[in-house]
């Protein structure tokens, strides 16, 4: 590429192919010839005359508009020769070029072309007259090469300075121009002494001066076209001091760099912004998100884009022309990312909080949410939408031609915010996540937020009395006068703050875990949730480092106003606010260490993103621990527990067949349990593997969170197959919907047991099997072989069953809050299980199974059956089976036969209210059930051996259902035996009785 102004090649005159400089081409005496040039002349001064469209583009072309500016042809040539020496850039068009060598042919002068400049014509020269601006350096000497290029020579010290004053340059304020090369504003515009006063304001805080800005659009607006253009304006109109120059979160350096990772904590802060101003309302943060400009603004939207405007680097440039121009293509990727998936998940959160108390609408509203969910889809750079926002960074580090680089540090913030949601209750969880001595479990800790929050609201009683508003203000309150505040606070006063019963938990009368859990109750206390999410967030920094940082990695310390004795900010001569560190005060009232300043927009927004997903992933469901069944997936994954407490006499509310009622623990799963990822994982294990890495390298963590991958139809599925045919179960379980099978079999003495074909399809096969099927075997995502964190809501009855200091108390897993089983054992009860094709089986030496004489298998030796009373918790189930597709298969038709013959047994046993049938009604459903095939034979020749062929019923199944159903040949031979026995003694005693009344005279 031929150089257009190489002012700053330090290589010699003769080494750059030039003149000797005794070749001047200007009088040495300053006397500029005008002989040639027609001072009457008007023309087009392409610099500086504005074009259709706004703003000089330095086009070489002739305005659009009709009111062009006349200029001379001094004052054009003057000024093209005067960006020539001082910016590099020499004019290209012919006739402006040919103005220029002729002034220099004619004698043009330093002094003479200063005059031009100033007064708008070279006519004379103007010795007497000096520099027109304080520090002006003096034009150097004019040389030419062999093609007629006009240089600027530099040499001594002149060259140094200049090539000092070209490093600092790189502000954007300054070199902000036209779109074209000719057009920008070049890197040596200032003097030396302007320079060095620039350098001084930055060192202040004080920005680039308006002067540095010249490129306007027609509006007068300054006209944006790169990052560092965009970042300056940002910082001019951002109230927040922490993104101004020399803030914690500075867009541009001292040097005019832009910060990349700056500009997405600006949009990060911005979200927490709006999301704090509406929480439950329905964000569109890339519009809302915006700069205002002196006319309309400029929003998010508009710069992502169009990258190749907003977001491209001038400093990156070669020659500063659009080809060289390189773009923070990464950043802007990250922008879409963070603003689409934090939108989502908050609408999602949204939806689901709006619904979430009927199951109908629930369901409806989760198959919105998941059918086209786009976490676990593959988006960017053949990603999950789940691994990038588990990938976010805290520093984003994004150089155009370095691409993306950095730390996770949002993310891993945000997995593990999310696992604490998801184990809220769960004490022995909490602790591995976030350490033995976590703040929240500690109850002393705990109060202490309570009441530094209740100080922090300034209106809050405290023995009695209002606080001061101002209470926190330093300038009024010393820190230990706020601490005294803190220590005031007495438990009456957390009772008016929060609940009796809450103070019981805080002083360990109740679970702790009761009162950290803000998904346990309907109306959990706003203010509880804030003081667990602040505990949660300032682990969060502990553990991660969060805290802020500058660009060479060094921390970032807290500062508070300088005021006068008035209490009044005092201010410096730039109209800043003067400050100070803060420093923590140490026992004896002295002044301790800094205070790090806490990354606290990283922080919120990482938690804020993990508890907008508990609720629509169906974490916030699985610690409702009561079993209030107000959020409805609840009753889904609490099923045994909330039906049992709608059984209570407190409730005396519906719960179906109590038959049913220990055979179904939970119907469903949350998403994390419930969905695979391509490795064969379930979701939660991938993220607690991340965790896990988190402790090593960041290699190790990318490593971990890659296993992020899905199936594109794994949300699909997930609602389809798993979730919408288990509330279809769930309602037909909790409205005792029967499949009342005698109203569709009949008995012909004739022809035997008949069918009503169309009900009996539809009520057994497609209304009754099908949502089990689909549920529990056919959703592939669904793998009961493997180990779940489960609540345990009977562990205190068996702890009860030990003496105090037994220590079987602490090992037998019934015995404590949540256990760790198998997701068959948590879904479903023991008499569904006891399979005899699960069993750990006893083998000969050649692996054959050795059945007993009964033919059925034995259980190996070293295996016994679990018993009730807790002394024996050994387990006969082989559990690995189950993650075949055949032994879901068989799984869940157990759970269709328990169904059949729990419904079975309601209407025969003695205890129960429900109608009771004649015993051949019974055997007729048996008998129906039977009939249901194994296949269909026949072929497409003849249509009438097209039917049913086998059986699809086992006698095993037969007998296992019959027996639950208490309708074995046995016990209907015994019933009909004691029933005709109870009728002959009623006939007997009605004899008895007549013949009584007979005898008796009047």
Same mark, same amino acid.
Not at 31 to 56: C, K
């Given at each position: 590429?031929?150089? *257009?102004?190489?002012?700053?090649?330090?290589?010699?005159? *003769?080494?750059?192919?030039?003149?000797?400089?005794?070749?001047?081409?200007?009088?040495?005496?300053?006397?500029?010839?005008?002989?040639?040039?027609?001072?009457?002349?008007?023309?087009?001064?392409?610099?500086?005359?504005?074009?259709?469209?706004?703003?000089?583009?330095?086009?070489? *072309?002739?305005?659009?508009?009709?009111?062009?500016?006349?200029?001379?042809?001094?004052?054009?040539?003057?000024?093209?020769?005067?960006?020539?020496?001082?910016?590099?850039?020499?004019?290209?068009?012919?006739?402006?070029?040919?103005?220029?060598?002729?002034?220099?042919?004619?004698?043009?002068?330093?002094?003479?072309?200063?005059?031009?400049?100033?007064?708008?014509?070279?006519?004379?020269?103007?010795?007497?007259?000096?520099?027109?601006?304080?520090?002006?350096?003096?034009?150097?000497?004019?040389?030419?090469?062999?093609?007629?290029?006009?240089?600027?020579?530099?040499?001594?010290?002149?060259?140094?300075?200049?090539?000092?004053?070209?490093?600092?340059?790189?502000?954007?304020?300054?070199?902000?121009?036209?779109?074209?090369?000719?057009?920008?504003?070049?890197?040596?515009?200032?003097?030396?002494?302007?320079?060095?006063?620039?350098?001084?304001?930055?060192?202040?805080?004080?920005?680039?001066?308006?002067?540095?800005?010249?490129?306007?659009?027609?509006?007068?607006?300054?006209?944006?076209?790169?990052?560092?253009?965009?970042?300056?304006?940002?910082?001019?109109?951002?109230?927040?001091?922490?993104?101004?120059?020399?803030?914690?979160?500075?867009?541009?350096?001292?040097?005019?760099?832009?910060?990349?990772?700056?500009?997405?904590?600006?949009?990060?802060?911005? &979200?927490?912004?709006?999301?704090?101003?509406?929480?439950?309302?329905?964000?569109?943060?890339?519009?809302?998100?915006?700069?205002?400009?002196?006319?309309?603004?400029?929003?998010?939207?508009?710069?992502?884009?169009?990258?190749?405007?907003?977001?491209?680097?001038?400093?990156?440039?070669?020659?500063?022309?659009?080809?060289?121009?390189?773009?923070?293509?990464?950043?802007?990727?990250?922008?879409?990312?963070?603003?689409?998936?934090?939108?989502?998940?908050?609408?999602?959160?949204?939806?689901?909080?709006?619904?979430?108390?009927?199951?109908?609408?629930?369901?409806?509203?989760?198959?919105?949410?998941?059918?086209?969910?786009?976490?676990?889809?593959?988006?960017?750079?053949?990603?999950?939408?789940?691994?990038?926002?588990?990938?976010?960074?805290?520093?984003?580090?994004?150089?155009?031609?370095?691409?993306?680089?950095?730390?996770?540090?949002?993310?891993?913030?945000?997995?593990?915010?999310?696992?604490?949601?998801?184990?809220?209750?769960?004490?022995?969880?909490?602790?591995?996540?976030?350490?033995?001595?976590?703040?929240?479990?500690?109850?002393?800790?705990?109060?202490?937020?309570?009441?530094?929050?209740?100080?922090?609201?300034?209106?809050?009683?405290?023995?009695?009395?209002?606080?001061?508003?101002?209470?926190?203000?330093?300038?009024?309150?010393?820190?230990?006068?706020?601490?005294?505040?803190?220590?005031?606070?007495?438990?009456?006063?957390?009772?008016?703050?929060?609940?009796?019963?809450?103070?019981?938990?805080?002083?360990?009368?109740?679970?702790?875990?009761?009162?950290?859990?803000?998904?346990?109750?309907?109306?959990?206390?706003?203010?509880?949730?804030?003081?667990?999410?602040?505990?949660?967030?300032?682990?969060?920094?502990?553990?991660?480092?969060?805290?802020?940082?500058?660009?060479?990695?060094?921390?970032?310390?807290?500062?508070?106003?300088?005021?006068?004795?008035?209490?009044?900010?005092?201010?410096?001569?730039?109209?800043?606010?003067?400050?100070?560190?803060?420093?923590?005060?140490?026992?004896?009232?002295?002044?301790?260490?800094?205070?790090?300043?806490?990354?606290?927009?990283?922080?919120?927004?990482?938690?804020?993103?993990?508890?907008?997903?508990?609720?629509?992933?169906?974490?916030?469901?699985?610690?409702?621990?009561?079993?209030?069944?107000?959020?409805?997936?609840?009753?889904?994954?609490?099923?045994?527990?909330?039906?049992?407490?709608?059984?209570?006499?407190?409730?005396?509310?519906?719960?179906?067949?109590?038959?049913?009622?220990?055979?179904?623990?939970?119907?469903?799963?949350?998403?994390?349990?419930?969905?695979?990822?391509?490795?064969?994982?379930?979701?939660?294990?991938?993220?607690?593997?991340?965790?896990?890495?988190?402790?090593?390298?960041?290699?190790?963590?990318?490593?971990?969170?890659?296993?992020?991958?899905?199936?594109?139809?794994?949300?699909?599925?997930?609602?389809?197959?798993?979730?919408?045919?288990?509330?279809?179960?769930?309602?037909?379980?909790?409205?005792?919907?029967?499949?009342?099978?005698?109203?569709?079999?009949?008995?012909?003495?004739?022809?035997?047991?008949?069918?009503?074909?169309?009900?009996?399809?539809?009520?057994?096969?497609?209304?009754?099997?099908?949502?089990?099927?689909?549920?529990?075997?056919?959703?592939?995502?669904?793998?009961?072989?493997? &180990?779940?964190?489960?609540?345990?809501?009977?562990?205190?009855?068996?702890?009860? *069953?030990?003496?105090?200091?037994?220590?079987?108390?602490?090992?037998?897993?019934?015995?404590?809050?949540?256990?760790?089983?198998?997701?068959?054992?948590?879904?479903?009860?023991?008499?569904?299980?006891?399979?005899?094709?699960?069993?750990?089986?006893?083998?000969?030496?050649?692996?054959?199974?050795?059945?007993?004489?009964?033919?059925?298998?034995?259980?190996?030796?070293?295996?016994?059956?679990?018993?009730?009373?807790?002394?024996?918790?050994?387990?006969?189930?082989?559990?690995?089976?189950?993650?075949?597709?055949?032994?879901?298969?068989?799984?869940?038709?157990?759970?269709?036969?328990?169904?059949?013959?729990?419904?079975?047994?309601?209407?025969?046993?003695?205890?129960?209210?429900?109608?009771?049938?004649?015993?051949?009604?019974?055997?007729?459903?048996?008998?129906?059930?039977?009939?249901?095939?194994?296949?269909?034979?026949?072929?497409?020749?003849?249509?009438?051996?097209?039917?049913?062929?086998?059986?699809?019923?086992?006698?095993?199944?037969?007998?296992?259902?019959?027996?639950?159903?208490?309708?074995?040949?046995?016990?209907?031979?015994?019933?009909?035996?004691?029933?005709?026995?109870?009728?002959?003694?009623?006939?007997?005693?009605?004899?008895?009785?007549?013949?009584?009344?007979?005898?008796?005279?009047?």
């Amino acid at each position: 590429m031929t150089e *257009r102004g190489p002012i700053f090649d330090p290589r010699s005159t *003769r080494e750059r192919g030039l003149t000797s400089s005794s070749q001047r081409p200007y009088a040495n005496d300053g006397v500029l010839s005008m002989d040639n040039i027609n001072q009457e002349q008007r023309v087009w001064d392409p610099i500086d005359t504005p074009v259709a469209g706004g703003g000089n583009t330095g086009e070489r *072309r002739p305005p659009q508009n009709q009111d062009i500016v006349a200029r001379t042809p001094q004052e054009v040539a003057a000024k093209a020769a005067w960006r020539g020496a001082y910016g590099g850039i020499w004019p290209t068009d012919p006739e402006e070029r040919r103005h220029v060598e002729e002034f220099i042919r004619n004698g043009l002068t330093p002094d003479a072309l200063r005059g031009a400049m100033s007064q708008g014509g070279v006519g004379q020269r103007h010795p007497e007259q000096g520099p027109q601006s304080p520090g002006m350096i003096d034009l150097p000497d004019f040389v030419t090469d062999d093609e007629g290029n006009v240089y600027a020579p530099l040499a001594g010290s002149e060259l140094a300075q200049r090539e000092a004053m070209r490093e600092a340059m790189s502000a954007p304020g300054i070199a902000i121009g036209s779109d074209s090369s000719e057009g920008l504003l070049r890197k040596n515009q200032l003097s030396a002494q302007e320079f060095e006063q620039f350098q001084r304001d930055l060192e202040k805080g004080k920005w680039v001066p308006e002067k540095f800005l010249r490129d306007k659009d027609v509006s007068g607006d300054l006209k944006i076209n790169s990052v560092e253009t965009l970042a300056y304006l940002i910082m001019d109109k951002e109230q927040d001091d922490d993104f101004k120059p020399g803030g914690a979160f500075e867009l541009l350096n001292k040097k005019g760099e832009f910060q990349s990772h700056n500009f997405l904590h600006w949009v990060r802060n911005w &979200m927490m912004y709006w999301h704090g101003e509406a929480p439950d309302a329905k964000h569109d943060f890339v519009n809302e998100i915006n700069v205002t400009k002196d006319f309309g603004a400029l929003a998010l939207k508009q710069m992502i884009q169009s990258p190749g405007r907003f977001f491209r680097s001038w400093r990156a440039a070669g020659q500063g022309t659009n080809e060289d121009f390189q773009v923070y293509k990464e950043l802007v990727e990250q922008i879409k990312r963070e603003t689409w998936l934090f939108g989502a998940s908050r609408e999602f959160d949204i939806g689901y909080k709006e619904n979430m108390g009927a199951e109908e609408q629930l369901a409806k509203v989760l198959q919105q949410i998941f059918y086209l969910n786009p976490f676990t889809k593959t988006v960017w750079d053949q990603k999950s939408s789940l691994y990038w926002i588990m990938n976010m960074p805290q520093r984003f580090k994004n150089v155009p031609e370095g691409g993306r680089q950095g730390d996770s540090n949002a993310g891993r913030a945000l997995n593990t915010a999310y696992l604490v949601y998801y184990n809220i209750a769960d004490e022995k969880m909490l602790t591995s996540l976030l350490g033995e001595n976590t703040s929240l479990l500690n109850r002393e800790a705990l109060k202490h937020a309570v009441k530094k929050q209740m100080v922090e609201e300034k209106m809050t009683l405290v023995n009695g009395t209002v606080l001061d508003k101002d209470c926190l203000d330093r300038t009024k309150f010393t820190q230990s006068q706020v601490d005294a505040y803190i220590n005031q606070v007495s438990d009456d006063d957390i009772v008016k703050y929060l609940s009796p019963e809450n103070l019981l938990e805080l002083n360990g009368k109740k679970d702790i875990t009761d009162f950290i859990n803000i998904f346990n109750q309907p109306q959990k206390s706003s203010r509880i949730q804030k003081v667990v999410r602040t505990i949660i967030q300032d682990e969060l920094i502990k553990k991660y480092d969060l805290y802020v940082k500058d660009v060479d990695g060094n921390y970032v310390y807290e500062t508070e106003i300088i005021k006068d004795v008035d209490g009044k900010p005092t201010k410096d001569e730039y109209g800043n606010y003067r400050r100070r560190e803060v420093k923590h005060k140490a026992a004896d009232g002295s002044e301790g260490e800094r205070v790090r300043k806490k990354d606290t927009t990283t922080v919120s927004y990482a938690n804020t993103f993990a508890l907008s997903m508990a609720r629509w992933t169906g974490a916030a469901a699985r610690n409702d621990t009561f079993a209030v069944g107000f959020d409805a997936w609840s009753k889904l994954q609490n099923t045994e527990e909330y039906r049992a407490k709608q059984a209570s006499p407190t409730r005396i509310g519906a719960f179906g067949n109590p038959k049913t009622l220990h055979m179904f623990k939970q119907l469903a799963t949350d998403m994390m349990n419930g969905t695979m990822v391509m490795d064969g994982k379930m979701s939660i294990e991938v993220l607690e593997d991340m965790l896990s890495a988190s402790e090593g390298s960041q290699e190790d963590y990318y490593k971990a969170s890659s296993q992020l991958v899905f199936a594109d139809n794994t949300m699909r599925s997930f609602t389809v197959d798993h979730m919408n045919r288990v509330f279809a179960i769930y309602g037909q379980i909790m409205n005792t919907e029967e499949i009342k099978l005698e109203k569709f079999v009949k008995h012909d003495l004739l022809y035997g047991l008949q069918l009503e074909r169309g009900a009996f399809e539809k009520a057994l096969k497609e209304n009754f099997f099908k949502p089990m099927r689909y549920a529990w075997s056919t959703y592939a995502g669904l793998d009961l072989s493997k &180990m779940v964190r489960t609540h345990n809501p009977s562990y205190k009855e068996y702890r009860k *069953r030990y003496k105090e200091g037994d220590p079987r108390r602490d090992t037998d897993p019934r015995c404590q809050p949540y256990m760790e089983v198998h997701l068959a054992e948590a879904m479903f009860g023991r008499e569904l299980l006891d399979i005899e094709a699960f069993w750990h089986k006893e083998k000969d030496a050649e692996g054959n199974e050795i059945k007993d004489k009964d033919g059925h298998a034995i259980v190996r030796k070293d295996i016994k059956d679990i018993k009730i009373d807790a002394k024996n918790w050994v387990d006969k189930i082989d559990w690995s089976k189950l993650a075949s597709k055949e032994h879901k298969h068989m799984l869940w038709r157990r759970a269709a036969w328990g169904r059949i013959a729990a419904e079975i047994h309601a209407h025969r046993d003695r205890h129960s209210s429900d109608p009771k049938y004649n015993d051949w009604i019974y055997n007729e459903v048996i008998e129906a059930l039977e009939t249901i095939g194994d296949g269909v034979g026949g072929d497409e020749f003849n249509m009438q051996k097209s039917r049913e062929q086998g059986k699809n019923l086992s006698e095993e199944e037969i007998q296992w259902m019959r027996k639950k159903a208490g309708i074995t040949e046995g016990q209907i031979m015994r019933r009909a035996f004691f029933m005709d026995l109870l009728l002959s003694l009623k006939d007997t005693f009605k004899d008895v009785g007549k013949a009584s009344i007979k005898g008796v005279k009047p």
